[in-house]
């Protein structure tokens, strides 16, 4: 990923200890923020949800999106991403859901659930580390 420093890329590796805080806007302005899988594809980050939840529901609406990627290991080192949100339409929703849950689970899913994918494009990514701050 172009946006991500080096030394931050194992946030997005296929290990399953990275989880993504998805923060999208309801239609009053307020923000909701949930907890996520994810895989990158390219440049891009992937989600799958139900095609009828809220946070797809935002996103149809307001694809202005914010998020941070922390390791279940280390939640002072962690990504920030502002970006847009589009719904992948053309992508295999079960072939995407398969992977992410691989990633997590360690095997393919044992429920095959209606899920739309959305793709996260990067408008802008900051890294931070806080470690040293820990007493």
Do not use: C
Not at 30 to 58: C, M, Q, R
Not at 70 to 76: K, R, V, Y
Not at 88 to 95: H, R, S
């Amino acid at each position: 990923m172009t946006q991500v420093p080096d030394d931050y890329t194992d946030l997005l590796t296929d290990d399953g200890h990275s989880f993504m805080m998805l923060t999208t806007l309801m239609g009053d302005g307020s923000p909701v923020v949930t907890p996520i899988w994810f895989t990158v594809e390219g440049d891009s980050y992937l989600i799958i949800t139900h095609p009828d939840s809220i946070k797809a529901n935002n996103m149809r609406e307001r694809p202005n999106v914010a998020f941070a990627i922390l390791h279940e290991g280390n939640m002072m080192r962690y990504i920030a991403v502002r970006g847009i949100a589009s719904e992948a339409l053309e992508m295999d929703a079960k072939a995407v859901q398969a992977q992410i849950v691989r990633k997590y689970e360690g095997h393919d899913p044992t429920i095959e659930r209606d899920e739309t994918v959305f793709r996260i494009t990067p408008g802008k990514t900051s890294a931070f580390d806080y470690s040293d701050y820990v007493a």
